[in-house]
């Protein structure tokens, strides 16, 4: 499975906050573009190469509201949080009208955003079923279902532990730090959570899914970095 970083269009009219939620999620691991305008925003935004798209109220050319209603009418299902002013609370009601998947108002915190991106990401793999079943050494795994089938054994999961399933082997071949666990699947930025969290949940979903020893880890704990996928 190829690992793509997730891209992000940012479609913000103030050069410092587009170049600042540019640094951060770039820092985050993302991939990211800045469109100035309404207009540019919609076109870039059209031919599909995001995954997300952050988009302005208050835009020269075109408004978010204007691009947001015309990316959907075409059918276009982007994932979208718009950025709404202080005060203007009918703007909220009127981006999710128009299509928007989330907003945030402005000014906002870059952990909120943050959250608000991975929950977003999160919803669109789901949504495509990405990686939903699988098989390990005779464990079946259906995520959509949050089971694992071994015979007639049946293990139930949590949803965080589908998704912390779905993660790893996303990024199979890479190890998964505990704070980039932390941000894409608890949906909290670094460094507010203990990182023991991680390693806790991680321990528990082992014992449930990893019971012969004879058999080769599911997860592998790389040690002083954090996990990688072993199946
Ligand atoms: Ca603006």
């Not at 009219?13 to 309404?38: K, N, R, V």
């Not at 989330?102 to 079923?129: I, N």
């Not at 932390?182 to 991680?202: C, H, I, K, Q, S």
């Amino acid at each position: 499975m190829t690992v793509e970083k997730p891209r992000v269009l940012i479609v913000e009219d103030e050069p410092t906050l587009a170049e600042g939620l540019m640094e951060a999620l770039t820092f985050q691991g993302y991939e990211c573009e800045i469109a100035a305008d309404g207009l540019v925003g919609e076109e870039r935004a059209r031919k599909g190469e995001f995954d997300l798209l952050i988009l302005d109220v208050m835009l020269p050319e075109r408004s978010g509201f204007e691009v947001i209603k015309q990316l959907r009418k075409e059918g276009n299902k982007i994932p979208t949080i718009m950025l709404t002013a202080k005060g203007a609370d009918e703007d909220k009601v009127r981006g999710l009208k128009m299509g928007a998947d989330d907003y945030v108002t402005k000014p906002f915190g870059l952990p909120e955003l943050m959250a608000r991106v991975g929950a977003q990401l999160r919803r669109a793999r789901m949504a495509r079923g990405d990686g939903e079943t699988f098989e390990i050494d005779g464990m079946h795994f259906d995520l959509g279902r949050l089971q694992a089938k071994r015979e007639a054994e049946t293990i139930n999961l949590t949803p965080r532990e589908g998704e912390i399933l779905r993660h790893l082997r996303s990024r199979e071949g890479n190890v998964v730090t505990r704070d980039e666990f932390l941000l894409d699947v608890w949906g909290y930025p670094t460094a507010n959570v203990e990182t023991r969290t991680v390693d806790n949940t991680l321990a528990a979903l082992r014992k449930k899914v990893e019971r012969d020893p004879a058999r080769p880890a599911i997860i592998v704990t790389v040690r002083g970095k954090g996990y990688r996928w072993g199946g």
